[in-house]
T-cell receptor
Framework: DVKVTQSSRYLVKRTGEKVFLECVQD?????MFWYRQDPGLGLRLIYF???????EKGDIPEGYSVSREKKERFSLILESASTNQTSMYLC??????????????FGPGTRLTVT | AQSVSQHNHHVILSEAASLELGCNYS??????LFWYVQYPGQHLQLLLK??????LVKGIKGFEAEFIKSKFSFNLRKPSVQWSDTAEYFC???????????FGKGTHLIIQP
């Protein structure tokens, strides 16, 4: 089974803090994704990465950055947390176009509260 | 840009009722289609997927979905729901050579015993 793990289930941070969310997958997947999930808005893509050190902006990248130094690890960074970034953050991975497999496998999520 | 529309945000059914959740997408080319489920307190799980071939696909837990290309639809069905099907359901589409998926806003399904 594919396993995607996220560093924290719950996180509380103050406005202006720099926040790191970590994600690790154990199935040698090429692609990794960060989403935020908000009630009534579904999942919105923040950033994704299709290879080490490669990244692409998603639909809502403002206020976020990412890092992928190793294939199995994809980090989401909130440079200066704000209250409107309070949300559930989901990490996902997929095999990608080399395998022709695009279904994504999700981690348990990190519920971030910014006060 | 692709978009996915799920017609119902909230659905309430009684046990043993039949279920159909609507999903329409906007992309006109070749697509891959997915349904995901999120049970309370759990992570998103893949229910079923369509890549090619038979437009009627069967997934886990008795769910199935039908791809109707002419209607740009991929509706999820289950003939008899159970209380344990209470969850949020998301439709997603991949198209245009992209690696990522575009998700609908979700349908919150409540099954009353």
């Amino acid at each position: 089974d594919v396993k995607v793990t996220q560093s924290s289930r719950y996180l509380v941070k103050r406005t202006g803090e720099k926040v790191f969310l970590e994600c690790v997958q154990d199935m040698d997947h090429e692609n990794m994704f960060w989403y935020r999930q908000d009630p009534g808005l579904g999942l919105r893509l923040i950033y994704f990465s299709y290879d080490v050190k490669m990244k692409e902006k998603g639909d809502i990248p403002e206020g976020y950055s990412v890092s992928r130094e190793k294939k199995e690890r994809f980090s989401l960074i909130l440079e200066s947390a704000s209250t409107n970034q309070t949300s559930m953050y989901l990490c996902a991975s997929s095999l990608g176009r080399l395998a022709g497999r695009y279904e994504q496998y999700f981690g348990p999520g990190t519920r971030l509260t910014v006060t | 840009a692709q978009s996915v529309s799920q017609h119902n945000h909230h659905v309430i059914l009684s046990e043993a009722a039949s279920l159909e959740l609507g999903c329409n997408y906007s992309y006109g080319g070749t697509v891959n289609l997915f349904w995901y489920v999120q049970y309370p307190g759990q992570h998103l799980q893949l229910l079923l997927k369509y890549f090619s071939g038979d437009p009627l696909v069967k997934g886990i837990k008795g769910f199935e979905a039908e791809f109707i290309k002419s209607k740009f639809s991929f509706n999820l069905r289950k003939p008899s729901v159970q209380w344990s099907d209470t969850a949020e359901y998301f439709c997603a589409v991949r198209g245009g050579g992209a690696d990522g998926l575009t998700f609908g806003k979700g349908t919150h399904l409540i099954i009353q015993p």
